[in-house]
């Protein structure tokens, strides 16, 4: 960190100590990662449902064919081909072996038990590094949690309060994730983010007057949400210029 003075706690999801490029313990692994990055050079976002099921199989091998059809809109509006092959070639050359051993503050990881995206013992391997982390198993196959696992929304913010009193956002589109994660949270959550759709107030006000959550309420014009993704994360694409918002189930904020 930049300023470790500012940091007293970290949260890490599905992480590693060595990226997949790394991997030279396992059998042709570094192999399997350059077909899969030349792959994603030449299938990148187009509507071929072979291609598709490489990239959701591989994040999500629970998802349905809903989660299988938004693949190729997501890709389209979160990076180009090119900039996708950098970005995932970048991530997969990491080494933070020896920075983990150089963390002073406690640490909380959580990994999804059979994750065919970070192995789970990619993050036995990141927590054994770090002198003062707790390393908790959940019970998923999905690097990128689905709509119908809310108790795993509900399961992390209950660990995640269990080390840190600062104030949690809650973020989902699954309004049963999102009703989980109210249920269990200590004290007063606040729900991130609400936008002006009228079927999503129908939905989420209810929830918010239920559990005396406070709200963060957008007030950017959106030009698509889309709630096909079936993670637990919501994302819009605004018209000027084309971008991608995929906020994490759950935010420490500032006081």
């Given at each position: 960190?930049?300023?470790p003075e500012r940091v007293n706690r970290l949260i890490l999801y599905g992480t590693n100590a060595l990226g997949r490029l790394r991997w030279n313990d396992r059998p042709n692994?570094?192999?399997?990662?350059?077909?899969?990055?030349?792959?994603?050079?030449?299938?990148?976002?187009?509507?071929?449902?072979?291609?598709?099921?490489?990239?959701?199989?591989?994040f999500q091998p629970g998802g349905r064919h809903e989660n299988l059809r938004s693949w190729s809109d997501q890709q389209c509006a979160s990076a180009s081909a090119e900039a996708a092959v950098r970005l995932m070639r970048n991530g997969w050359n990491v080494d933070v072996t020896e920075a983990a051993r150089k963390i002073k503050c406690p640490v909380l990881i959580l990994h999804s038990e059979r994750d065919a995206?970070?192995?789970?013992?990619?993050?036995?391997?990141?927590?054994?590094?770090?002198?003062?982390?707790?390393?908790v198993q959940l019970d998923s196959e999905n690097h990128m949690p689905l709509a119908d696992e809310p108790a795993m929304l509900a399961h992390a913010i209950q660990l995640v309060q269990s080390i840190t009193d600062v104030p949690l956002s809650i973020d989902s589109s699954i309004i049963a994730a999102?009703?989980?994660?109210?249920?269990?949270?200590?004290?007063?959550?606040?729900?991130?983010?609400?936008?002006?759709?009228?079927?999503?107030?129908?939905?989420?006000?209810?929830?918010?007057k239920k559990y005396g959550a406070a709200v963060v309420a957008g007030?950017?014009?959106?030009a698509a949400v889309n709630w096909r993704h079936g993670g637990m994360v919501i994302g819009a694409r605004r018209e000027s210029p084309p971008c991608w918002w995929c906020s994490p189930a759950f935010i420490p904020t500032s006081r």
């Amino acid at each position: 960190a930049r300023h470790p003075e500012r940091v007293n706690r970290l949260i890490l999801y599905g992480t590693n100590a060595l990226g997949r490029l790394r991997w030279n313990d396992r059998p042709n692994e570094v192999e399997k990662a350059q077909v899969l990055l030349d792959l994603m050079r030449v299938s990148w976002g187009q509507e071929n449902q072979a291609f598709q099921q490489v990239w959701a199989s591989y994040f999500q091998p629970g998802g349905r064919h809903e989660n299988l059809r938004s693949w190729s809109d997501q890709q389209c509006a979160s990076a180009s081909a090119e900039a996708a092959v950098r970005l995932m070639r970048n991530g997969w050359n990491v080494d933070v072996t020896e920075a983990a051993r150089k963390i002073k503050c406690p640490v909380l990881i959580l990994h999804s038990e059979r994750d065919a995206v970070v192995p789970i013992d990619q993050g036995r391997l990141l927590a054994s590094l770090i002198p003062d982390c707790r390393f908790v198993q959940l019970d998923s196959e999905n690097h990128m949690p689905l709509a119908d696992e809310p108790a795993m929304l509900a399961h992390a913010i209950q660990l995640v309060q269990s080390i840190t009193d600062v104030p949690l956002s809650i973020d989902s589109s699954i309004i049963a994730a999102l009703e989980a994660g109210l249920a269990v949270y200590q004290g007063k959550p606040l729900v991130n983010s609400v936008t002006g759709e009228e079927e999503v107030l129908e939905r989420v006000l209810p929830l918010i007057k239920k559990y005396g959550a406070a709200v963060v309420a957008g007030g950017l014009v959106w030009a698509a949400v889309n709630w096909r993704h079936g993670g637990m994360v919501i994302g819009a694409r605004r018209e000027s210029p084309p971008c991608w918002w995929c906020s994490p189930a759950f935010i420490p904020t500032s006081r």
